[in-house]
């Protein structure tokens, strides 16, 4: 009798402190969510770059501008966002892209400093955003300087978060492709546990010299150069920098193709997460902790998920005005077409049709 009453005890116990183990687990306090470390936002203005960066003290930079018709959509979404002021504006060359839309954004918010590339160009986009940058005022209702940012130039916008950056350097390259993309601002923001290089319109040229000079690349982000275009990347250049994910900036249907398949391609043989602009609207990337988050503003369409070579019916050679069925065999240079979705709008554009792929029409 005594046994079993012994017995009964020890089962008792043994139950409690069985039972004691799930509320203690379910006692212990939450350990509090990582804070957000860095935020970027890869603002869907159609063809061309504008990315807003924002640090963890609240300081910002704008990185491009889109093109000149984007300009008032961009001083809406970033007034959406809260923004009230700018700490750095940068426009990492002076193709009208970048900087058109830079020219509302700077008569529309206060700007603490603005970063060029330093590499002058004649245009009146060009001529409208230098007038803007002089007309731009501080919070303190000052004009903001005007620095040409140059290989270098390092600052530290937050406690360990540095911004470098990495291009251009003097003397500015000329006789390439493009002389203002390959002399584009190439900047690389660390903060320690992920990096992102933002690489403008960056071609074959800057690469060369980026590599040469023995420049770090290394990213977990990469803003895709030249919009995905066939000269912004080649596979040296996805080996130095390792990217996980990548962020293409182009408009959707844009003339020019973009991004390539030669591009789409080598970011898939690498691994990397591929989002764009033109599929799923404003890419936010966030650093929480040390994860990297990827929320895109909508998700691609059935329509849209097909690949640009299978959207695109019809591709012209400027040069000599003829147009070409997607898998003719002797389609013009990547660098040298333009797309068209009918063969009546090619037609209309003044294009007459190759014989070869498209017979007599
Ligand atoms: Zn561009
Ligand atoms: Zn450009």
Redesign the pocket.
């Known amino acids: 009798m005594r046994a079993r009453r012994l017995l009964f005890w020890l089962l008792t116990l043994v139950l409690f402190f069985a039972g004691c183990q799930t509320p203690q687990r379910t006692i212990r306090q939450p350990q509090p969510a990582p804070a957000e470390t860095l935020q970027v936002v890869f603002f869907d203005i159609g063809q061309g770059d504008s990315a807003l960066v924002r640090f963890p003290n609240g300081k910002t930079m704008l990185i491009d501008g889109g093109p000149t018709s984007a300009g008032a959509r961009l001083v809406a979404k970033l007034r959406q966002r809260g923004i009230q002021r700018l700490d750095w504006v940068v426009g990492t060359?002076p193709?009208s892209?970048?900087i058109g839309g830079l020219i509302a954004v700077l008569k529309a918010f206060p700007v603490e400093e603005i970063w060029d590339s330093g590499f002058v160009y004649e245009s009146p986009v060009y001529r409208d955003y230098l007038l803007a940058a002089r007309g731009a005022k501080n919070q303190a209702g000052k004009r903001p300087p005007f620095r040409v940012a140059l290989k270098g130039t390092k600052i530290q916008p937050a406690p360990d978060i540095t911004v470098e950056v990495l291009a251009p350097s003097k003397p500015y390259l000329t006789g390439t492709s493009?002389d203002?993309?390959n002399n584009?601002i190439v900047l690389r923001i660390d903060t320690g546990s992920a990096r992102f290089l933002f690489t403008?319109?960056m071609e074959e040229a800057l690469r060369r010299r980026l590599y040469q000079q023995g420049a770090n690349l290394r990213a977990e982000v990469l803003k895709v150069a030249?919009h995905g275009s066939h000269d912004g990347t080649d596979v040296p250049l996805l080996r130095r920098v390792r990217p996980q994910i990548a962020v293409i900036s182009c408009g959707q249907g844009n003339v020019y193709g973009h991004p390539h398949k030669e591009t789409l391609q080598a970011l898939q043989a690498f691994g990397v997460r591929v989002y764009r602009t033109d599929l799923q609207g404003d890419i936010t990337v966030r650093l929480v902790g040390k994860t990297l988050q990827v929320l895109p503003e909508r998700s691609p369409s059935a329509q849209e998920q097909r690949s640009p070579r299978e959207r695109t019916r019809f591709i012209g050679n400027p040069r000599s005005k003829v147009y070409h069925a997607p898998d003719c065999a002797r389609l013009p240079q990547p660098s040298n077409r333009v797309y068209f979705p009918t063969r009546e709008a090619a037609e209309r554009a003044g294009y007459r049709p190759h014989k070869e792929c498209l017979g007599d029409y």
Do not use: L
């Open positions: 060359h193709h892209d970048h493009s203002p993309n584009s403008g319109d030249h």
